[in-house]
């Protein structure tokens, strides 16, 4: 079985200020990460993920997450936030097993990042 | 590259009326996914094909819920008779393959069951 929590459903934080927004993953195999990012009334987008390389992943708009195995942990940062990074955030786990849930994901309940100016 | 389509993207019907959503994916992508995201909530997959064949339907509601891909393009979800509980944003996802790490969201279809 495999889930995932998100450890704040909201976080604020001021334009220019770090951004750091928390996921703990369980699974039963090796997994691989996401974040997805969902801006008001648009789609999901994919910010990073992690597939087994490199443990410190870099995504897009400045947004990178370090997978720590020991701690079951994804946690995703930005050393200033922007006032456009004010969305939803879901972080993902994503079967790599056989039989067929592979591949599914499974998302968090998602963290609203609110930026003040 | 066109991204995932999808229509309508709202709707608005009272319960124990029937509703159907479209989802085209991206070009040659052979799975396909839809997902039910209710408000407060990450999405939770409904159902998965492989071109067009279902792969996995575990958490598809199936006493009111269907989905089809015929030709293993495009696909549509219905939902018949609705319930309020309904009420959620209902996502289409493809990806090149069942294999392939990333999926490709559209822009979801809000629906609201009064």
């Known amino acids: 079985a495999q889930s995932v929590t998100q450890l704040d459903s909201h976080v604020s934080v001021s334009e220019g200020t770090p951004v750091l927004l928390r996921c703990n993953y369980s699974s039963s195999y090796s997994p691989s990460l996401f974040w997805y990012v969902q801006h008001p009334n648009k789609g999901l987008q994919l910010l990073l993920k992690?597939?087994?390389?490199?443990?410190l992943v870099k995504g897009i708009n400045g947004f990178e997450a370090e997978f720590k195995k020991s701690e079951t942990s994804f946690h995703l940062t930005k050393p200033s936030a922007h006032m456009s990074d004010a969305a939803e955030y879901f972080c993902?786990?994503?079967?790599?097993?056989?039989?067929?849930?592979?591949?599914?994901?499974?998302f968090g309940q998602g963290t609203i990042l609110t930026v003040h100016p | 590259e066109a991204g995932v389509a999808q229509s309508p993207r709202y709707k608005i019907i009272e319960k124990r009326q029937s509703v159907a959503f479209w989802c085209n994916p991206i070009?040659?992508?052979?799975?396909l996914y839809w997902y039910q995201q209710i408000l407060g909530q990450g999405p939770k997959l409904l159902i998965q094909?492989?071109?067009?064949?279902?792969?996995?339907d575990s958490q598809l509601p199936k006493d009111r819920f269907s989905a089809e891909r015929l030709k293993g393009v495009d696909s549509t979800l219905k939902i018949q008779p609705a319930k309020l509980e309904d009420s959620a944003v209902y996502l289409c996802?493809?990806?090149?393959?069942?294999?392939?790490?990333?999926?490709?969201f559209g822009p979801g279809t809000r629906l609201t069951v009064l």
């Open positions: 993902v786990v994503r079967i790599n097993a056989g039989g067929t849930s592979y591949g599914k994901l499974t």
């Open positions: 996802a493809s990806s090149p393959d069942g294999y392939t790490d990333t999926q490709y």
């Open positions: 094909f492989q071109n067009n064949g279902v792969v996995d």
């Open positions: 070009s040659g992508h052979a799975t």
């Open positions: 992690y597939t087994s390389a490199a443990t």
